[in-house]
Nanobody, 119 residues
Framework: QVQLVESGGGLVQPGGSLRLSCAVS????????MGWYRQAPGKERELVAT???????IYTDSVKGRFTISRDNAKNTVFLQMNSLKPEDTAVYYC?????????????WGQGTQVTVSS
């Protein structure tokens, strides 16, 4: 069974930093894009950042220069380093991966991890 397991959320003061991790477990053949989305209360889920298998990255404008996405292909893990956090970054953050497995190809999601930026 393929699963995405997230860790690293929490409460941080404005200007602080957090590092999110997401590891893929289960029997898989490969991973295309991996990324992070977030959903704040009353808002739609939005893309934060994504990294393709070739390491090219895309960031939403509001996090450019503050967040860095990276992946460890050997460990099937994606990271999101979040610096200079702002209260508007408060949301549930979801990991996403496009995975080739015995069932074919599907989009998989993590369970979500809460990030709260508040003084």
């Amino acid at each position: 069974q393929v699963q995405l397991v997230e860790s690293g959320g929490g409460l941080v003061q404005p200007g602080g930093s957090l590092r999110l991790s997401c590891a893929v477990s289960g029997s898989i053949f490969g991973i295309s894009a991996m990324g992070w989305y977030r959903q704040a209360p009353g808002k739609e889920r939005e893309l934060v950042a994504t990294v393709r298998s070739g390491a090219s990255t895309i960031y939403t404008d509001s996090v450019k220069g503050r967040f860095t996405i990276s992946r460890d292909n050997a460990k099937n893990t994606v990271f999101l380093q979040m610096n200079s956090l702002k209260p508007e970054d408060t949301a549930v953050y979801y990991c996403h991966a496009g995975i080739y497995y015995t069932g074919g190809y599907s989009d998989f999601w993590g369970q979500g991890t809460q990030v709260t930026v508040s003084s």
